[in-house]
């Protein structure tokens, strides 16, 4: 699986944008990018994924840039609710095991 | 309520008293998928199953068993349990292997003595 390299941690405060980024510079033709969270105590859970084209859904945005090599998470505003470690996943569903790699994440810190 | 349910949510053992953890999800999903979660490791998977009676072993299997009779049920086996084997652990499921999001049971904390 190509390898994603997020920042360990990022602060923002409550009702700002956050804009989370991902670089995988050796990703292929074929992989999904895909953003899951884990909030304190719970499992992870799905934001988003996309292919080439940005995304959008009730919960973030993704922007892919052209090359594919990076993408960024985008929360429009966030709260208090949104403090939890953000996975960014590059998977192609057709090859190999059928697993998600997580990487460490960003440990994502809201402020009131 | 769409969920995937796992029990006992904690448990404390010792060395070698066989367990299983249940994994139950009520969404008609075919993928399964058992990960442990340790510091410093992040998540692993150990075990995935595509469909009933299929399952392929993930990057850590080594000390567990699993099996899918039902759609709806992934339990996870220790035989054996060694204090390795001490972890947060999650199962996770999906309409479709991984084109689809995957669903995170709230997870269970085993502690091996």
């Known amino acids: 699986d190509a390898k994603t390299t997020q920042p360990n941690s990022m602060e923002s405060n409550e009702e700002e944008p956050v804009h989370l980024p991902c670089n995988h510079s050796?990703?292929?033709?074929?992989?999904?990018i895909h953003w899951y969270r884990q909030l304190p105590s719970q499992g992870p859970e799905y934001v988003i994924h996309?292919?080439?084209s940005n995304v959008n859904n009730r919960m973030a945005s993704l922007a892919i840039a052209e090359d594919r090599k990076s993408s960024t998470l985008i929360l429009h505003r966030a709260t208090l609710r949104d403090a939890a470690v953000y996975y960014c996943?590059?998977?192609?569903?057709?090859?190999?095991?059928?697993?998600?790699?997580f990487g460490q994440g960003t440990r994502l810190t809201i402020n009131p | 309520e769409a969920q995937v349910t796992q029990n006992p949510r904690y448990l404390i053992t010792v060395t070698g008293k066989k367990l299983t953890v249940t994994c139950s999800q009520n969404?008609?999903?075919?993928?399964m998928s058992w990960y442990r979660q340790d510091p410093g490791l992040g998540l692993r998977q150990i075990y995935y199953?595509?469909?009933?009676?299929?399952?392929d072993k993930g990057d850590v299997p080594e000390g567990y068993k699993v099996s899918r009779k039902e759609k709806r049920n992934f339990p996870l086996i220790l035989e054996s349990p060694s204090p390795n084997q001490t972890s947060l652990y999650f199962c996770?499921?999906?309409?479709?292997?991984?084109?689809?999001?995957?669903?995170f049971g709230p997870g269970t904390r085993l502690t091996v003595l």
């Open positions: 996770a499921s999906s309409l479709r292997g991984l084109y689809n999001e995957q669903f």
């Open positions: 050796t990703i292929s033709g074929t992989d999904y």
């Open positions: 996309g292919l080439t």
């Open positions: 996943i590059l998977r192609a569903p057709l090859q190999g095991a059928q697993k998600l790699v």
């Open positions: 969404m008609n999903h075919e993928y």
């Open positions: 199953s595509m469909n009933v009676e299929v399952t």
